[in-house]
């Protein structure tokens, strides 16, 4: 069965500062996708990014970027020139490509808190 | 365009009652899906419908919990009767097949808090 973990509870960062979430995850597939979602508080989760494990190319969304390395089954978000609206629970979350539909195995979560 | 929508936000029953959770996806996505956060811990998929049709329940946890998703538009989660560690953050979340036999990005709900004492 396939994991998803994310070992950072909690990261702050100062106001159009970078930081860097981690994500790791195990599975014995090859083709698979990858995502970010970030959940504000008290409002729906959304998705951020989304890579497709067969692209070598990093995806990249505005200020968020991600660093996938598929041999070490790293998956870590990058936020660059952090506003508070950033501010949020980040869940990293894997989906395999032989299923059909969007069942996702999440991680735990990382809070993310933006100090102005 | 409305997202998807649950209720409520909040419920706080007693164990041994019962409860039950409702979910409004977007209007035309053919997929819905149950997810359950416990506490501190991973969001774990629960079950899939396509249309009204149970997809993939292989992540439901016990006999006590029922989904239904009559007509194929919303859906209800009953929990009955409930039991301390059904204490969570139930999210729902719906996509649409496409053409090509793909699905959309998962669109999410902003979640029911259920808390059972």
């Known amino acids: 069965a396939q994991t998803v973990t994310q070992s950072q509870p909690e990261m702050s960062v100062q106001e159009a500062e970078t930081v860097t979430l981690s994500c790791t995850y195990d599975t014995s597939e090859s083709d698979y996708y990858l995502f970010w979602y970030k959940q504000p508080p008290s409002r729906q989760m959304i998705l951020v990014i989304r890579?497709?494990?067969?692209?070598?190319q990093n995806a990249t969304e505005n200020r968020f970027s991600v660093n996938f390395q598929k041999a070490a089954k790293s998956f870590s978000l990058k936020i660059s020139d952090s506003q508070l609206g950033d501010a949020a629970m980040y869940f990293c979350?894997?989906?395999?490509?032989?299923?059909?539909?969007?069942?996702?195995?999440f991680g735990a979560g990382t809070i993310l808190r933006v100090k102005s | 365009e409305a997202g998807v929508t649950q209720f409520p936000s909040h419920s706080v029953i007693e164990k041994g009652q019962t409860v039950t959770l409702r979910c409004d996806p977007i209007s035309g996505h053919d997929n819905l899906y149950w997810y359950r956060r416990v506490m501190g811990k991973e969001i774990k998929f629960l079950l899939h419908?396509?249309?009204?049709?149970?997809?993939?329940e292989s992540g439901m946890p016990n006999n006590r919990f029922l989904a239904e998703r009559t007509g194929g538009t919303y859906s209800t989660l009953k929990v009955q009767p409930a039991e301390l560690e059904d204490s969570g953050v139930y999210f729902c979340?719906?996509?649409?097949?496409?053409?090509?036999?793909?699905?959309?990005?998962?669109?999410f709900g902003q979640g029911t808090r259920l808390t059972v004492v």
């Open positions: 979350a894997y989906r395999s490509a032989k299923e059909y539909g969007n069942k996702l195995v």
């Open positions: 890579q497709e494990a067969y692209k070598q």
């Open positions: 419908f396509v249309k009204e049709s149970k997809q993939d």
């Open positions: 979340a719906s996509s649409q097949t496409l053409g090509t036999g793909t699905t959309t990005e998962a669109f």
